[in-house]
């Protein structure tokens, strides 16, 4: 115990008197902090838009209250657009698929810059449709990505160590000692892991102090104290991961240069050359790009649906849902085209729901393949495993497209039953609306 001290205090010696390894170090510090930054700075800034689409809501829903008021007291003429209609009742209802940011989001962004985190649905919506339109963002920036904690760590913490261990050992078999040392202290096993363990605890300390801080601020353990511990967890993992392969790099080599060698192309291989053969694999494999297909749909089939006589949309409708056969206007026999063409959206939503479903199961198709090659892709299932855990990864974002087709489907057929109906919303119906899509 007390030559691992003597060991433990002579590392620390001579980590201080290395200003190009405390440079590193410390350059390593400000990058987490840069990264953990930006997170914290997106998690702000889409909570103060997610108050703002609430808010601005709220307005609407007061002005269609008054509006409802002003009609049931005479006041006001029925417009165009009839509010006592469901189709434009509903249509002024506000509803808005909102994901809430994780507030793990300060340690990976994920995929949050790509996909939205709201969305104004209506029955004419679809998971594909363009989010965010308001928003000006540059795309090449977007491609590339903003630093986060979670590139940092991933990518940068490996060549952090590399610089910090690349001359353990090789140091000394380079000036011919090393066998005086070994004689003079304990086994070269020992002796190495124990130098080893000191830079462990150094980078562990380092990074936990940073993640803590950053978690009070973003109030992390009331919200995911339990992700946030399997964060703390991963990383010990990652950083183990690294120091268990130079380690075993080390007690082999034959020296610093060899040492620096064979980790940096450690590191190129398990972080450059590795995760880009899985990508150009995994578009070979899966090379179909169905978003023409959902164009298509946009640009074709839903004119063809329009193009369709009265009577024609009255059996695909009452053929599609079969439900409706049911209804007041059904066993109607008087024609009315305005209720059937507000009802055209329920069709055009079964085409978007198709090749929607076709996007969605060759992107998983595509997840569940590179989840197979993780073994030969360690950097990036570790990569993954932050994103999952800070609610930023593909299967996040696929629960919200989720709930943005739900409410579009409980919205048509909202307007379907209630329109086939006949009903007349009042400032009642119009309010039980606003309940059910807030």
Known sequence: MNTSMQIFRNEFIHLIRSPFKLITLALFVFA?????????????KQNKEISSIKSKNQELINE?????KAIESGDEE????????????????????????????????????????????????????????????????????????????????????????????????????????????????????????????????????LLFYYALVADVFKNDFFNFIGLLFTIILYLLFWFTIFYVINYYGKGSSDHAMKMISLWLALCIVIPGIVHQVTSIVYPINYMTDYLDVSREKRGKIFDLSTDSLEVKLLDEFSWLNNTLYAADTSMNDAIVNRSVSGLVNILNKTVARKIENSNEDKNEFIKK??????????QNQFNALTGTDYYAYLDYRNSIQSIIDNKIELILKDTWNKVEVDEKRYIEYVKKFQ
């Not at 269609?64 to 409802?68: A, R, V």
């Not at 709201?118 to 449709?129: G, I």
């Not at 090659?373 to 570790?382: E, G, K, M, R």
Request: glycine share 4%; with cysteine.
């Open 32 to 44: 987490i902090i840069y990264g953990c930054q930006n997170g914290l700075n997106l998690y702000e």
């Open 78 to 209: 029925r417009p165009r657009r009839d509010p006592t209609t469901p189709y434009w009742a509903i249509w002024n209802t506000p509803s808005h698929a909102l994901k809430y940011p994780s507030s793990m989001m300060v340690f990976s962004l994920g995929q949050s810059e790509q996909y939205g985190y709201y969305k104004r649905v209506t029955n004419w919506s679809s998971t594909f449709d363009s989010d965010l339109a308001e928003e000006i963002a540059n795309p090449e920036r977007l491609a590339i990505g903003t630093l986060d904690f979670n590139f940092v760590f991933t990518y940068l913490s490996p060549i952090l160590i590399i610089i910090l261990l690349f001359n353990i050992g090789g140091l000394e078999r380079d000036l011919r000692f090393d066998h005086l040392v070994y004689l003079q202290s304990i086994s070269k096993g020992h002796w190495l892991f124990v130098r080893f363990l000191f830079y462990l605890v150094v980078l562990i300390a380092s990074v936990f102090i």
């Open 373 to 382: 090659l993780n073994p030969l892709n360690p950097v990036t299932a570790f």
């Open 64 to 68: 269609m209250i008054l509006q409802y």
